[in-house]
């Protein structure tokens, strides 16, 4: 079946320092691949996504590119700011299953210090 | 305009009562999505509508879980005879699109869940 892995937190860095987290993913067919996150109090939001290979979505100053030779979307953030303080997930949705139900990692939590 | 809402916001109840909650999809999308979201078991899809029929039933933990959609809009999960490990946030999601595109889903601010 269908499956996300990614990097345990919390993740704790300074303003303006880079982010990675790390994703990896296992699939059948050929999924879409999402980043959602998740700010304190706040339901989930849609960060990023990309559809097929060597597409890279971006958003906010956050980048991810699909790389289907290492099955791995990782996230990317070149200068934190503390507002960026969330909960991010890596999700997949593969599109030769029934409806597009996504498949989630178990969350990564990311706090930004001044 | 309108997100995707769920009701009620926060639910407290007692093991052994059945419990109802709702979700109100953004108007015309046309597929509904819940998932489960535990601290255990991190974020779950539970099932899948497409109009009113359910495709997708695979995420349904128990049998003492059911979900309807009535007029491709509101939809309603319900939990009979809630046990302490069905507490956790059940989410609701829609998106306008069919099976095979990748639609983005729209997601509820969440039921909270918490069986005592």
């Known amino acids: 079946g269908n499956s996300v892995t990614q990097m345990e937190g919390p993740v704790t860095l300074s303003e303006e320092a880079f982010l990675t987290i790390n994703c990896t993913y296992t699939?059948?067919?050929?999924?879409?691949l999402f980043w959602y996150v998740q700010y304190p109090g706040e339901g989930l939001q849609l960060l990023l996504k990309a559809t097929k290979a060597d597409d890279k979505g971006s958003n906010k100053g956050f980048e991810a590119t699909y790389r289907k030779e290492t099955t791995s979307f990782h996230l990317e953030k070149g200068s934190v700011q503390v507002s960026d303080s969330a909960v991010y997930f890596c999700a997949l949705s593969d599109r030769g299953a029934a409806g597009n139900k996504l498949t989630f990692g178990g969350g990564t939590r990311v706090l930004v210090k001044p | 305009g309108a997100g995707v809402s769920q009701s009620p916001s926060n639910k407290v109840t007692e093991k052994g009562k059945d419990v109802e909650l709702r979700c109100d999809p953004i108007?015309?999308?046309?597929?509904l999505y819940w998932y489960r979201q535990s601290l255990g078991q991190g974020l779950e899809f539970l099932i899948y509508?497409?109009?009113?029929?359910?495709?997708?039933k695979s995420g349904l933990p128990s049998d003492r879980f059911s979900a309807e959609r009535t007029g491709g809009s509101v939809s309603t999960l319900t939990i009979q005879r809630t046990q302490q490990e069905d507490s956790a946030v059940y989410l609701c999601?829609?998106?306008?699109?069919?099976?095979?595109?990748?639609?983005?889903?729209?997601f509820g601010p969440g039921t909270r869940l918490t069986v005592t």
């Open positions: 108007s015309g999308h046309t597929a």
């Open positions: 699939a059948t067919g050929y999924p879409s």
């Open positions: 999601a829609s998106s306008g699109g069919l099976a095979g595109g990748s639609y983005e889903q729209y």
């Open positions: 509508f497409q109009g009113n029929s359910a495709p997708d």
